[in-house]
């Protein structure tokens, strides 16, 4: 299907245009005519399907459709809500928003935690029309009365599945809640999975919502190249400084199961001339930013995340996957090589299979019903790593409470130190 056979407004085509947008994607053959008919939709999708631009254009549509007001007024409620799961996924939204709606004239505005505060409640007082949101900082605004959602005619959930694991359900229905009536408005919901629980959420809080759904995302496994190297732990990172410079100047973009590991690895592989950064639990969100836009434009070539710390991120043009760590979860195994091959594109996902981690192998090869090609690495790829102590990693949090040391001389009242028996001690009563 392709997109000028649609019935869409010229300035909504003039944004696909510029996105260089012709062929409409399966999600979005799918969806569309359902959507832009003002129906409400269920849509099961993965990242990467085209589902972000299948809910704007429908969007933009009906916004320009239903007579908009001159211009949005100060405390005035948003036109459209659209609510994410992650950070990274609210921003990315607002970046695919002012492309393909760079002609529709509306106000766009992102609220997401870690960012300024003031900053973002002034852009809410001062109007929106769209607005982008992950539910903790959107509640907060929303309870303190910047703006209503009663006038809300579009509102769309984003990786609804992730609202659930990440513990947002709760937060997700108070918004359903408090927005306009169901049937005032039109809804769009997209997740990974359709299951009970997600379309339990659908039946409750939409206007009878179509559901469509294509193929799961182990699908796209067939368009990328997998490769799976059978290393000790102790020549890992050896290996993965052959790969690096076999593979210098794509981009790569490498998993760990550890936030530590994911920090150690960073040091280690700028230690030996590789230029990385890393993104986990612990970094804070304008560093998160930094790090993620240093990727993007090309000034990091290797960029080492967990599971966690990924979800949500849509980089373009990743070349290569590297599980320096094989996931437990063999659906994260696949969410993790779906970063690359996007857009049609080819890519590379390679495995380093050591003896801590080997055991999560026959899960992810029975969920892929396929084996990983295995291939054995010439004895060149294992380089010899420069020499280096890592700084110790920096405590987080509060400091430790100094502990009291236990003097003979106790104060008036105090009570004694307990004398605990020393291993020997213990030995000599249990063999009593």
């Known amino acids: 299907m392709n997109f000028e056979s649609l019935p869409l407004p010229e300035q909504v085509l003039k944004g696909i245009r510029d996105a260089n947008f012709e062929t409409c994607t399966p999600i979005q053959s799918k969806s569309l005519p359902i959507t832009l008919g003002k129906k409400d939709l269920a849509g099961q999708a993965q990242t990467g399907t085209g589902k972000t631009a299948a809910f704007l254009i429908t969007l933009f549509t009906r916004l320009l459709e239903n007579n908009p007001p001159p211009a949005p007024k100060e405390k005035a409620g948003p036109r459209a809500l659209i609510i994410a799961p992650t950070r990274e996924l609210a921003r990315q939204i607002e970046k695919d928003a002012l492309l393909l709606g760079k002609h529709c004239d509306f106000r766009t505005v992102c609220v997401i935690g870690g960012v300024d505060y003031d900053k973002q409640r002034n852009q809410i007082k001062a109007g929106v029309d769209i607005l982008i949101a992950t539910p903790g900082r959107l509640i907060d605004f929303y309870k303190q009365k910047f703006f209503s959602l009663k006038s ?44 009970h629980r997600v379309m339990e959420l659908c039946y409750e809080h939409m206007n009878n919502p179509v559901r469509v759904a294509i193929e799961p995302e182990k699908a796209v496994v067939d368009q990328i190249t997998q490769i799976l190297y059978h290393v000790g732990q102790h020549e890992k990172f050896n290996l993965l400084l052959g790969l690096m410079k076999q593979e210098a100047g794509e981009k790569v973009l490498i998993f760990c199961n550890t936030k530590i590991e994911c920090e150690l690895l960073e040091w280690k592989l700028n230690h030996n001339g590789f230029n990385a950064g890393q993104i986990s639990g612990d970094l804070h969100q304008r560093a998160r930013i930094k790090v993620l836009e240093k990727f993007q434009d090309g000034e990091l070539d290797i960029l080492i995340a967990t599971d966690v710390a990924s979800r949500g991120l849509h980089i373009d043009d990743i070349t290569h996957v590297i599980n320096y760590d094989l996931p437990q979860d063999a ?71 100094k502990a009291k040391s236990h003097s003979s001389k106790r104060p008036s009242g105090g009570r004694p130190p307990r004398k605990r028996p020393h291993a020997g001690g213990r030995e000599l009563a249990k063999s009593r």
């Not at 694991?165 to 769009?188: E, H, T, V, W």
């Not at 659906?331 to 801590?356: P, W």
């Open 152 to 195: 809300v005619e579009v509102l769309v959930v984003d990786e609804a599945d992730r609202m659930f694991d990440m513990g947002f359900i709760a937060d997700l229905r108070y918004l359903f809640r408090n927005c306009s009536p169901y049937n005032k408005r039109q809804s769009m919901l997209f997740s990974a999975t359709l299951n």
């Open 331 to 401: 659906e994260d195994y696949v969410h993790r090589i779906g970063r690359t091959a996007r857009a049609g594109n080819k890519g590379t996902a390679i495995t380093l299979c050591c003896e801590e981690f080997a055991q999560h192998l026959e899960r992810v090869e029975e969920y892929l019903k396929d084996k990983i090609p295995v291939s054995w690495p010439e004895e060149e790829l294992f380089l010899e790593e420069k020499e280096g102590k890592p700084p110790i990693r920096k405590r987080r949090g509060p400091p430790k409470a």
